[in-house]
Structures are given as C-alpha cells and as structure tokens.
C-alpha cells in the first residue's frame, strides 16, 4: 500500500539526517536544526528513493540524496515560516523554529540546513563524481534564484502586488516554489542510474503542479488540526491561487487531469512505475 | 604593490560575479543580490586566487572558486547585518539589504547566493569532477554548522550569555566565523592543484585569527567612514572581544605574532608566496 511505502521511505530517510545531525555539536542551533527535519510527508525523499529504484541505484546513495533534498526542504519551511516571511506559528503540527527559539536561531538553522544539504549530496556513497556533480550542480538551479528561491520571492512579491495574479503567472510561480525541488527528486533517480530522465521530468512537472492546485484545495477545504499548519491564509490575504482563479470544481478538476498526465509520462517504465502512479493519486487526495 | 594585486584580483572576481548574476530574471531578489556582491575588499577571493598561481592552476577556474567564495561571504553578511541577527543598517557605505530593499529580500537574496555559491564550485571550468567535489564538501563544512554559521551562532548566543566569553571561547568563535571561510580560501589552490594544503592549512589559520583580531581593534580605533560600516558596536553591547581581553597593545602584539606565524608557515614555498606574506601583513594594518 503506498501510505505504507511512504512510511518505510520516511523512517529510512529520518534515520540518515538523524546520523548525519548526530555528529554535530549540542546547541541550540543543531537542535533546530534536528527539530526542522522531523515529521513532514517525505514526498520529495519518496520520489528519489522510486526514481532509484526504477533504475536499480543501490539504496544506501538513494537514501542520503532523498534526505538531501529533505534537509533543503525543512531550510525553506523554516526561513518561509520567518516574521518577514508567511510569518507562520505552527509547522507539521508544532511550533515553527522562530517560536520555539527565535528569529536568529530560525534564520542559522535554516542557513546551516541548505550547506547541509550540498555536503550531502557530495558524499561518495551516491555515485560517481560526475553523477554527484549533476545532483549538485541541478540542486543549486532548483533551490536558488531560477527555482525556489524564484518562486518564493515572486510569491511575497505578490502579496503587495497591485493586481492579483493571473493563471500563467501563478504557474510560473509554483513551478519555481515547490515544482523545481519536486522535479530535481523525481529525476535524481535517473540521473544517479546515468540514465534519460526525460519521463521523470514530465511526471514530474504535472506532479508538482497537482501538488500545489491540492494545497490551494486544501488551504480552502482543509482541516488545520491534520495539516498540522495553519490554513486560509491565501483568501485572508485576498491573494489568488488555482481556487480562486479556477474556482473549487475547475481547480479539483485541473488537478485531476494532472495527475493523468503525470500517469501517462510513467508510460515507458511500465507497471515498475506503479508506486510513482499512486504517488501522484495521494497528492491530490491527501488531507495534509 | 600588494593593494593593487588585490584590485585587480577583485576586478576579476566581480566581472565573474555580474556575468554569473546577468543570466539572472530582472527582479528585486536578483538586484539585492548583484547589490550584495559589490564591493569589499575581496580577500577570500584572493587567497583562492594567489594560491592556485602558486600552483600553477588556471586563472579561469581559480576566478570562478574565487567568486563563489565572495558569493558565501556576501550571503553572510547579508543575513548577519538582519534585524534578529547584527541589526546593521550600514555596510560597505551603504545601506544593507534588508534597509535598501526589506528583511524578506534580505532572506532570499542570502538563501539564493548560498545555493548560488555552491552552484558555482560545480562549473566544470574548475578542474576535475574530484577537485570540484573536494571543494563542494569542504564548503559545506566550511559554512554550515561545523564552520560560519556555528561560529554566527556562537556569536549571537554571547551576546544574552551571562558571563562574557573567555580567550579560548572567542577563539574556538572566531574560527568558525571568520577562519572557516578564510582557510578554505587559502587551501583552494592546492586543493585544486591536487597538491598538500598544510603548509597553506597553518598559513590561513593563523591569518584568520589576526584577521579577527585586527577587526577587534579597528572595532575600537576604526573610522567608521573608512570601515563603511558601524563600529564600536562590541564595547557597547558588553561583549567581550580580544581587545576586552587582551588590552589594545596586547591585542596588537597577539596580532603581529600571528602575521609572523603565519609568514613563516609560507616557508616551503620561498619568495613565490610574497603576496601572501604582504596579504598576512596587509590585514592587521588595514583600515576597513
């Protein structure tokens, strides 16, 4: 069963930043640090542990890249939750870094986490030199100015912005904020086996759109206590998103016909890919 | 003359650095970020430079590594000069980032020159998939929580401490902030080369710690004009510092010892590393 899957992934993946944190000196900006890389789905540690196995990568190098891109990940959340930033008290259910210690620790955890994160992808047990190279040479054009840090500038950008944005313009922010680092996963599989990641990245291009029309839903639908962050924070802020600009029906809709096309980019890997299928299925249907 | 090595080195180092960013989309995150990387003295980039000459490595591939560690260093600063970190509003004369544009910028601007940074040390025109590597993961360690931002946190955390910090502490400090960055500077060259950087391992160490400590005094003697940034800002926050410590005539001895320590770690390589040694000599007489 695939929540199952997702599970067995996430405690794998837990267990090597648990290591790889446990080295580390006893302060509170390790702490935080640990702190920030507890809990969450592990989508984007899931796509890479699928993406290898598809292409037979032996695990322990899958692995260390998926918690590389989860460490990169729990960095967002945490400088996004900042004051200046969403300003945001609860994360996975818990007090954000910002409020359980404060601003500094929040903005150094958050600092240290992304360093973390290319040490990691630097490590040999992922591959060859050439093969960590392209990891870290793609996670720095997804997590930088081209990628997520594009996407969440444009979308504080947009918070004072004096029109509301448009259909393609929110696309194009998405696929910067949480497309860049979805794809970067779901395509590590390939590019660690040194193979074609042309399908992984149309999966994943429609995956990650599906997963941000689903938190647009779920934003509006939502309940705050299972997603463990607070919600309708888009509508208080009178900013668009795919409900607004698409309305529930067309957004659920929208999301639905992604999820197919994520379905059918899997095409040439067959019934191998079926855990991937079922991935982009619970994107859509998940309740955090 | 050892200051025009130094332009010229910084001339090349920004010429990397406006060509690297002018790839960039043209909005506030990507201006902040071109902003940040102005100016400075370039002294990173400098030692990267001069020793890879020493090396015999390529000016092209010493200019990138040295223009990604301006990149870390400017990220550093940018998140150091925050309202919940130094609180600094003025920087290289002029205004921080957080002052000239706001705190969100300020936030992503650093995030993206980090992932920007390390994005960099993969360019190829560096050297080997090995060498590249090598400088990857040694900047993870260099400015994560084991290097920079260990040392930021130490730093921040001196500040509510009940008892101002001891030699031993300030130092253990200061070699994270400051002389983490600053060695892995001065191993680059060999690191690139291929060859042993403890010669230029014992040299960086020593350089780093004179460093601090010169910005101690100037802390305390400094123009604030010629410094282009707020000073005295230590004694006023009862902080201890090596000028606390040590007095100013014995913060001055502790200084020189330090330039001729590390003068004399150079020794292997003869004349050939005089812009070193007047590098070593150029950091405690400076005024900014």
């Keep these: ?23 580390r000196a006893e302060i509170p900006l390790v702490q935080a640090m640990r702190y920030a890389v507890q809990g969450g789905k592990r989508l984007r540690g899931f796509l890479v542990m699928e993406g290898a196995r598809l292409h037979g990568v032996p695990e322990a190098g899958a692995v260390m890249a998926a918690a590389a891109v989860e460490a990169m990940h729990a960095y967002s959340l945490v400088h996004d939750d900042l004051p200046a930033m969403d300003d945001d008290a609860l994360r996975r259910g818990q007090p954000t870094v910002h409020v359980k210690w404060d601003e500094a620790v929040a903005v150094l955890a958050g600092d240290a986490l992304q360093a973390l994160a290319f040490e990691m992808l630097a490590e040999p047990v992922i591959g060859t030199a050439d093969v960590r190279l392209a990891l870290i ?15 969440q500038a444009l979308d504080i950008a947009a918070e004072t912005a004096p ?16 497309g860049a680092l979805i794809r970067w996963s779901a395509e590590a599989g390939a590019v660690m086996a040194g193979a074609d990641a042309t399908a992984l990245g149309h999966y994943a291009a429609a995956l990650g759109l599906a997963f941000q029309i689903a938190d ?41 016909a992604l999820v197919d096309e994520a379905e059918a980019a899997l095409g040439p890997y067959g019934a191998g890919a079926d855990a991937l299928r079922q991935c982009a299925r619970f994107v859509i249907a998940r309740e955090m």
């Design 1 to 23: 069963m695939f929540v199952t899957a997702l599970a067995a992934d996430a405690a794998r993946i837990q267990a090597c930043l648990d290591a790889v944190l446990a080295r």
């Design 163 to 178: 029109m509301p944005l448009t259909l393609p313009e929110i696309t194009a922010l998405q696929a910067g904020k949480t």
């Design 216 to 256: 647009d839903i779920l934003d509006v639908t939502g309940d705050a206590g299972k997603a463990g962050k607070r919600l309708g924070k888009d509508a208080e802020a009178g900013k668009a998103t795919f409900v607004s600009l698409l309305g529930l029906d067309g957004a659920r809709a929208r999301a639905k």
């Design 137 to 151: 040479a793609g996670m720095g054009r997804a997590a930088g100015a081209e990628g997520m840090v594009l996407g």
